[in-house]
Structures are given as structure tokens and as C-alpha cells.
């Protein structure tokens, strides 16, 4: 089952960025009080690290029981432990290391020096098999039924690491592979694949800026998803674009309720 997507328009990035902040600390909290737990998968980007930041200053954050919380990552840069430009560095400083978190319950992925020594397909197996074990039976899949999966959309539709016209895109059986030649540096990276995204029940795509317009469009209204991958980014439950006025400016009105003033 997958679901249409809906989509959410917000004043600019600040708005955007404390407005789903504020719907993720809820989500949590009924996922926390319904089973107990929550999962969610981060992404990196600006945009991702815009709604950590807007996290780690919310009033609302001690909600969440941060020690019962599973986080996992969409995608990695396949770099060095601690190296700035890792989306793990950036969440920690964005949140992480603000909250209590269980360890235990972050799952990095590997680091390019780790115990995979730059081999990027080992580094994938191992988040794969890291994945595997944490599903449940009821999750029907080789990968939990993340609660919610965060996704930045990138100027060419790009999502996690999966980038238009890349082989990762067909890959139907494997949850998580290497990527070599990114477009965007680093070239060497690893993703979570479509069937691994798709597992989730929530899969929340995020975009600001003027420079996402049409990335934004084109993944709204029909292209494929070799051509623009974030057209295959879909819940099980709900698919839900969370977008500022500049990244919604070329949609047509009718995919959006909300009217701009
Ligand atoms: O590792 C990464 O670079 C990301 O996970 C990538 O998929 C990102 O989310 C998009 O490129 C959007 O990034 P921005 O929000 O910075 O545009």
C-alpha cells in the first residue's frame, strides 16, 4: 500500500523548520505512548539540520522520552568519524548530544575509516544487517516500519542518496547500498533504497528555497522516478511534502489547500 502524497506550504525555512519540528515531537510522543517506542530516520541537508536545530530550542522537546526514541539515518557521506561534513557529526551538533538519548538506539552509519576500512558495500551490508534485526515480524519487511522517515529534496530531486538516473534507484532487493560518483561531494556515500524508504509509515519530504522549485514540481506533477527519485519517496500510511512558499512557488495551487497570503 502506499499513499498520495499531501502537501503542506509554510511562510519561509523558519517557519518550515519549527512547524514540523513541532508535528514530529507529536508523532513521537503518540508513537512513545501507543507501543512504547518511537522510530525515526534522519536525513542530512540543511533542511534536516534546520528541523534539529528547531528541536533542540523547542520548549516542547522534554516530551519526548529521548531514551525510548530508535534514530537511524536515510543516508551517509562516506567519510572519516567526526568529519564535519558527516550527517552524523551534524545531527549531534544540531541535537544529539543535547538530549538523552540511549546509544544504543542511534544507528550510525559506518564511517569510511570504521571497522569497514573504506570498503562502502561492507559498511552497507552491515547497516542492512543492523536494519534486518531491528524489524519485527508484524513490520512484514527486512527494515522496521519507521514511524516517521525524513527525506531533504535536492535541487535535482534527489532524496537520501539516490540521485536521478543512479543504478541504486533499480535495486529491489537490497535495503541499503554503496554510491559511487554522486553528484553532489562526497561521491562515496551510502543509502537506504526505495524498498528500505518505503517501509515506513510516514515518509515526510522537505524542501525551502527558491532553488527546490522546480525539483519541488517536477516530483509533484508526474515525472518518473528514474528521472526524479523523490517521486518514489511514499509512506505506507502518508506521504507528506513540507515545503516554504519558495520551494511550493511553481506547484500548481491545486495540490495545496492552504492558501498564501
Ligand atoms: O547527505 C546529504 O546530502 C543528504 O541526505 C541529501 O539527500 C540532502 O537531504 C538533500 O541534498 C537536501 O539537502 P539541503 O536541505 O541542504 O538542500
Redo the contacts with the bound molecule.
Keep these: 500500500m502506499t499513499s498520495e502524497p499531501q502537501v503542506l506550504v509554510h511562510r519561509d525555512k523558519e517557519e518550515l523548520a519549527e512547524a514540523v519540528a513541532a508535528r514530529l515531537i507529536t508523532r513521537v510522543v503518540d508513537a512513545q505512548s501507543a507501543r512504547g517506542s518511537a522510530s525515526v530516520v534522519l536525513?542530512?541537508?540543511?533542511?534536516?539540520?534546520?528541523l534539529l536545530a528547531a528541536l533542540a530550542s523547542s520548549k516542547a522537546r522534554g516530551a519526548i522520552d529521548w531514551s525510548r526514541l530508535d534514530l537511524w539515518w536515510?543516508?551517509?557521506?562516506f567519510l572519516p568519524e567526526g568529519d564535519p561534513e558527516r550527517?552524523a557529526t551534524q545531527a549531534h551538533e544540531a541535537l544529539l548530544d543535547a538530549v538523552p538519548l540511549d546509544p544504543a538506539r542511534v544507528h550510525t552509519m559506518a564511517a569510511s575509516d570504521g571497522a569497514y576500512a573504506g570498503d562502502v558495500e561492507a559498511a552497507a551490508e552491515a547497516y542492512a544487517t543492523e536494519l534486518a534485526a531491528a524489524a519485527r515480524p508484524e513490520d512484514h519487511a527486512r527494515v522496521p516500519s519507521f514511524d516517521v522517515l525524513l527525506?531533504?529534496?535536492?535541487?535535482d530531486t534527489?532524496?537520501?542518496?539516490l540521485f536521478p538516473e543512479h543504478p541504486a534507484l533499480h535495486e529491489t532487493e537490497r535495503t541499503v547500498v554503496g554510491v559511487h560518483g554522486a553528484p553532489?561531494p562526497p561521491p562515496t556515500?551510502i543509502t537506504l533504497t526505495l524498498p528500505a524508504i518505503r517501509a515506513a509509515q510516514e515518509v515526510w519530504l522537505?524542501?525551502?528555497?527558491e532553488?527546490?522549485a522546480d525539483a519541488t514540481a517536477l516530483a509533484l506533477t508526474g515525472a518518473g522516478e528514474l528521472q526524479a527519485p523523490a517521486a518514489a519517496a511514499h509512506g505506507r500510511r502518508r506521504t507528506l511534502w513540507l515545503l516554504d512558499e519558495a520551494a511550493a512557488g511553481r506547484l500548481p495551487r491545486a495540490l495545496y489547500p492552504r492558501a498564501l497570503s
Design positions: 536525513t542530512g541537508g540543511r533542511n534536516g539540520n534546520g536515510g543516508d551517509e557521506r550527517n527525506l531533504g529534496v535536492g535541487p534527489h532524496v537520501a542518496s553532489k556515500r522537505l524542501a525551502a528555497g532553488d527546490k
